[in-house]
Every structure is written in C-alpha cells, then in structure tokens.
C-alpha cells in the first residue's frame, strides 16, 4: 500500500503559477509510474500529467500541453507538478496517484481574480 499526501495547492490569479508537490511511503517509489489528476465540480476526474519510474517519460493531457511540467525525485520520494499560465478552467482538487491504483486525499487549486 502507498500513502500519497499532496501540498502546494491554493487561489491564484489568472496568468500565475502554482507548484503542487506530493510525498509517497513505499520502498519501492522508484520503481512505481506517477500521476497527477484533477477533478473539477461536476466533472469526471481527468489525468492531467504521468511521469515514468525512471523519469525520462512523461506524458500530458492536451488542455495543460506546454504549461504544466510533471517531475520526481526518486531520493526523495516525490513527484511534483509545476503549473504555469494558469486559467481559470485550471480550477479543481488536484490527485496525486500511482496510475490510478492509489490516490492521495486531494489539493485545491483555484484559478480566479
């Protein structure tokens, strides 16, 4: 079993950035893909960016193509998600998982003026 704990999330204005960040327990973080995913009110959840166990691959939903960069530290045990040019579509509770098998409790992140 993984424990994911996210942090990071917050109000913003339009155009800011936001770095939300996610601590995993398991021996075996390195070894594990990565997730980030988002839900937004009356939305299904959505992946938003996953990052392969060694790091290199990395893959992003088209609506945060060249604004979002998905990133880990394998020494440390975190995967971070590092949020640019933020809209307000943007705004939702953000999941840190392992592909979907594990999920951690959620961050907030509003986009708004």
């Known amino acids: 079993q993984v424990q994911l704990v996210e942090s990071g999330g917050g109000l913003v204005q339009p155009g800011g950035s936001l770095r939300l960040s996610c601590a995993a327990s398991?021996?075996?973080?390195?070894?594990?893909?990565m997730s980030w995913h988002r839900q937004a009110p009356g939305k299904e959840r959505e992946l938003v960016a996953s990052i392969g166990a060694g790091g290199s691959s990395t893959n992003y939903a088209d609506s945060v193509k060249g604004r979002f960069i998905i990133s880990r530290n394998n020494w440390r045990n975190t995967v971070d998600l590092q949020m640019n040019s933020l809209k307000p579509e943007d705004t939702a509770v953000y999941y840190c998982s392992t592909l979907g098998n594990n999920w951690g409790q959620g961050t907030q992140v509003t986009v708004s003026s």
């Open positions: 398991a021996f075996s973080f390195s070894t594990l893909d």
